[in-house]
């Protein structure tokens, strides 16, 4: 038997201590933030694996060039007999010379035109060379985990929309895949959270399961509606924007489907919270039949709605 709406919790606490940004972030993260040196170290590659990819970048970069500068100031501070160049001059100054023979050492490329001298060189040398072996190992590691790593890349309609159905009305939010593989077996959940009075008069967080008008499609080769009807059963019955508003609302989803390219069950989440949530309105068709036969999807389209007769 399924358990009491008052006492179900997915994982996400019921305990109410004051008002939240949203339960899931807009890119299918919780909002939630750890403390703590050994949480942090824990999941110090997970971070590295899971960041976007500008920040990756932009993080590798910072490392490669600070690596570079910490190095260079060593070699300047051997003093000036430290390096030796192959040319008289070569144009640069003294950490000029000793930035790019760090750049050169790092990446084990030695080109020969500066080289070091002395004992003191060639031993931090040799532990840049080996520091630069093992960043890049690390970096190629990295590369693959985030390259072979399978994810849904699903289109999630801006809003949700409270649209006629049947003889009622229905709560409906429309997704589709950026990408050109074919997700089958297709599931989506969905619950709604609310913040209520429970019989202490204290705040808590509730959360009840939405009923779908289906669970499963086969293939999403074009979009997907899923549909949550509000009949007599569901707790947005009689509900109001204003109430929802009061009640500090978010649907929560979550969408699982197998990918075909990777051969693996692949999962994203998503959240609207009450503004996020058009009164009155149909999504508009998102794809169409070209001159020659075949379906055509427009993805700029997922989110676009037409306006019906005010529920």
Do not use: C
């Amino acid at each position: 038997m399924a358990p009491a709406p008052s006492t179900f919790d997915p994982g996400l606490t019921q305990k109410y201590t004051g008002p939240l940004l949203r339960a899931i972030n807009k890119d299918g993260s919780f909002n939630v933030r750890r403390r703590g040196l050994r949480g942090i170290a824990g999941s110090f590659y997970m971070h590295l694996v899971s960041l976007s990819w500008p920040r990756f970048w932009g993080l590798v970069a910072l490392a490669y060039l600070t690596a570079n500068i910490i190095f260079a100031l060593l070699y300047t501070a051997l003093g000036p007999r430290a390096l030796r160049a192959a040319e008289t001059d070569m144009g640069l100054n003294a950490f000029g010379k000793a930035f790019f023979f760090s750049v050169h050492t790092l990446t084990t490329v030695g080109y020969g035109d500066l080289y070091p001298l002395g004992l003191a060189a060639n031993v931090v040398a040799a532990a840049e060379a080996a520091l630069g072996l093992m960043g890049f190992a690390f970096a190629t590691g990295l590369l693959f985990a985030r390259f072979s790593r399978p994810n849904a890349q699903l289109v999630f309609s801006d809003r949700m929309v409270v649209a006629p159905y049947r003889n009622g009305h229905s709560l409906q939010f429309r997704i589709a895949n950026r990408r050109t593989n074919v997700l089958t077996d297709v599931l989506a959940d969905m619950m709604l959270m609310t913040v209520e009075q429970d019989a202490a008069g204290q705040l808590r967080r509730n959360f009840v399961e939405l009923k779908l008008e289906r669970t499963k499609i086969f293939f999403l080769a074009l979009t997907w509606t899923v549909v949550h009807p509000i009949d007599d059963a569901s707790p947005l019955a009689g509900k109001s924007a204003a109430d929802l508003e009061r009640l500090q609302a978010e649907v929560l989803i979550l969408i699982r489907g197998y990918d075909d390219s990777f051969t693996q069950v692949v999962n994203t989440r998503y959240s609207y919270r009450w503004e996020e949530i058009e009164w009155s309105a149909r999504f508009a068709p998102a794809f169409d039949v070209a001159p020659g036969g075949h379906m055509v999807l427009d993805l700029d389209q997922i989110s676009a709605t037409s306006p019906v007769e005010k529920v």
